[in-house]
């Protein structure tokens, strides 16, 4: 189980002191949004806000610690801001697989969209509004679910844009087999201006791939 925060000092005391969330059985990881927010709040700096997402949400180490140098070039204090916060927690290329992408809790406060002014009533309102609005949001999606499937799209819209930029990118990649059996191969990345032409080995059995993503 991997539960994904933010850093309230009342909570993550709560977790450490619990037995459940102890490897491999559980972690506790940060939620990237509220990371980015408490460092922009304390650096006070845009730019390096949106570097502090990339860092965040970068899956190659190798990316990672080319981002964190490009930090500590513009102000050492926002790299040491961020290099204090143990980064199994809250990046992507430390994580361990956890997460599986999921890297801040919107999946969860978007109910607070769903359920937006309803805080206020009694609690017997409170109640019935949340069932009300709760129910009208699945069966919305229910029926666009339903039309998806009938057309047989598999995924929603946007994974399936997701999907078709990388494979836009995949196709301009040089691929060499190295083992039919294995299904492995060594996929060189196309050069883009400064970057790209990076070897990387890829194993489709075992759905691993040396760049970490």
């Known amino acids: 189980m991997c539960l994904i925060s933010d850093r309230h000092g009342r909570l993550i005391k709560a977790v ?12 506790h990881r940060y939620c ?3 990371v980015c927010s408490n460092f922009n709040s304390s650096i006070k700096n845009v730019v390096l806000k949106d570097l502090c ?7 190659q180490l190798r990316k990672f610690n080319r981002i964190m140098e490009e930090i500590k070039k513009q102000d050492v204090k926002a790299f040491a801001y961020l290099d204090q916060i143990n ?3 809250w990046t992507a290329s430390h994580d361990g697989g956890w997460q599986c992408g999921i ?3 919107n999946m969860s406060e978007c109910i607070n969209g769903v359920l937006k002014g309803a805080r206020r009533l009694p609690v017997s309102a409170l109640v019935e509004i949340t069932l009300e609005r709760t129910v009208h949001y699945f069966h919305v999606r229910a029926i666009k679910g339903k039309k998806m499937l009938q057309n047989n799209q598999l995924w929603t819209d946007s994974a399936c844009k997701m999907f078709i930029s990388w494979q ?3 196709v301009e990649h040089t691929v060499t087999k190295y083992s039919h059996a294995q299904q492995s191969a060594s996929v060189v990345t196309k050069r883009q201006n400064r970057h790209g032409m990076n070897t990387h080995v890829v194993k489709i059995v075992n759905r691993e791939c040396s760049c970490g993503k």
């Open 103 to 105: 890297l801040t809790t």
């Open 168 to 170: 836009q990118k995949a």
């Open 87 to 89: 980064k199994e927690k």
């Open 53 to 59: 997402w990339q860092v965040g949400s970068e899956y």
């Open 32 to 34: 990237l949004r509220h």
């Open 16 to 27: 450490r002191e619990g037995s459940d969330f102890v490897s491999p059985h559980g972690v």
